[in-house]
């Protein structure tokens, strides 16, 4: 039975290694695989799929406004298709999550899905919060933070190497850095907007709760 796979990390933990490497795994057992990548993600070229480790595959750029269930269901009219990959799956809108579901549940074809949990800023992307809901399957890649602990979240970096705290969700072309939630410092980058009170105003809040309770 098809299922609709999440593998998710910050950055620099093997995602698109891994996706190539299950890419490999099935052509090289004769079956047809479809990859997928976002077009504005031209580091490496439009449509090209590359990991650190020198692996590389090509792919099919897709825009937000492409319908991933019609052209998959196009293509495999022409041919079955085994397995469909897409990296940088956060780029994806909710409703081409929406079309990959159908793709495994009508078409009944298994789609691998690889991308970033959250951005810069710990706040999350688009694709990967619907990916996160309605996955059958959420596989996490661990990486480590300089620190020694698990890196969950993404910090963006400029050319010098300086932290970059503000700026749009999606520029390419940026360094970035996995990092451990507490080197993270959320409470500094969030646009949620809380910083905890000093300790004095802490007691006294405390103690105007305790009397009124």
Partial sequence: MAKLYFYFSAMNAGKSTTLLQSDYNYRERGMRTMLFTPRLDDREGI???ASRIGLKAEATPFDRDHDL???LRDAAQQAPIDCVLVDEA????PTQ???LTLVVDRLDI???AYGLRTDFRGEPFEGSKYLLAWADSLVELKTVCETGKKATFNARLDA???RVWEGQQIEIGHNYVAMSRKAFQLEKVSPIGYAPPADDDARAVGGE?????
């Avoid at 956060?90 to 809108?93: E, H, I, N, S």
Wanted: aromatic share 8%; hydrophobic share 55%; glycine share 8%.
């Fill in 47 to 49: 449509g090209h799929i």
């Fill in 69 to 71: 269930f019609v052209v």
């Fill in 90 to 93: 956060q780029f994806l809108t």
């Fill in 97 to 99: 999550v929406l079309q």
């Fill in 110 to 112: 298994p789609v691998l």
């Fill in 160 to 162: 010098q190497g300086q």
């Fill in 209 to 213: 709760l305790t009397a009124q309770a």
